[in-house]
């Protein structure tokens, strides 16, 4: 079995999706569902943040204690080093596909103390932070709200969903968000991207019971009652 950190988190992360997402289901019933999964993903990010700030041995321990390496097989000393880089042209950045080319000053500097030649940052938001500035992580982010706003509108679970969760978690290990060259996960964000909107136009299109549908006939209902 492969002891790689990106697919043992890959694999965590969709089972406990998986299993977050049935229950969801379940209390839908009850109408729970949606306000279960928010309160469940802001406590998972809130826990997340005050141990990484307050206890950050906690997380060294829990690693170490699994077999783990805790620098992520020397990743961390690489987002630093790459985090500093971004520093100095933090609004735009390098430029697309400006950083990880022969000739790079930067670059070279970097290969002289990591003598393993990094082809990306093993991190595809800081690579994104690096080369497109906070401008291009915005419209990262952007990307990903609306996805998500797309996904109330269309009322039900979306195939789509596991592959845009999947490509988020994957890019904390590793860079295929938006590279210069073709990588199978970046392509599979964006197509489940499409694939959301496209069924959703879709289902508008034939009148289908979106979340936002549902309001409009419920106003609709009021206004003929009166």
């Known amino acids: 079995l492969s002891r790689s950190m990106t697919s043992t988190l890959s694999a965590s992360t969709v089972a406990v999706l998986g299993v977050t997402l049935s229950i969801t289901r379940v209390l839908n019933r009850l ?6 999964l928010l309160m469940l993903i802001f406590s998972v990010i809130g826990m997340s943040l005050a141990t990484y700030s307050l206890e950050p041995e906690m997380l060294t321990t829990a690693f170490t204690s699994v077999g783990k390496d805790p620098t992520f097989t020397g990743r961390t000393e690489l987002w630093q080093d790459i985090l500093q880089e971004a520093r ?14 022969v000739g790079s000053k930067p670059l070279m500097d970097l290969y002289y103390y990591y003598i393993w030649f990094p082809r990306h940052a093993h991190n595809g938001y800081l ?13 990262l982010a952007a990307m990903v709200l609306s996805y998500f706003i797309n996904l109330v509108r269309f009322g039900r679970l979306h195939f789509s ?7 988020l978690v994957i890019n904390l290990q590793e860079s295929t968000l938006f590279r210069g ?12 991207y499409l694939a959301l909107y496209s069924d959703l136009i879709s289902l508008e299109a034939r009148g289908g019971s979106t979340a936002s549908s549902l309001e409009e006939h419920g106003k609709s209902s009021q206004l003929t009652s009166r």
Do not use: R
């Open 161 to 167: 969903l596991w592959f845009v969760i999947g490509t």
């Open 31 to 36: 109408g729970v569902g949606t306000f279960f």
């Open 88 to 101: 100095k042209h933090l609004v735009v950045g390098t430029g697309f596909g400006g950083f990880w080319i």
């Open 127 to 139: 690579d994104l932070l690096n080369e497109i500035g906070i401008v291009g992580l915005f419209l």
């Open 181 to 192: 060259g073709f990588t199978a996960s970046g392509i599979i964000f964006v197509l489940a």
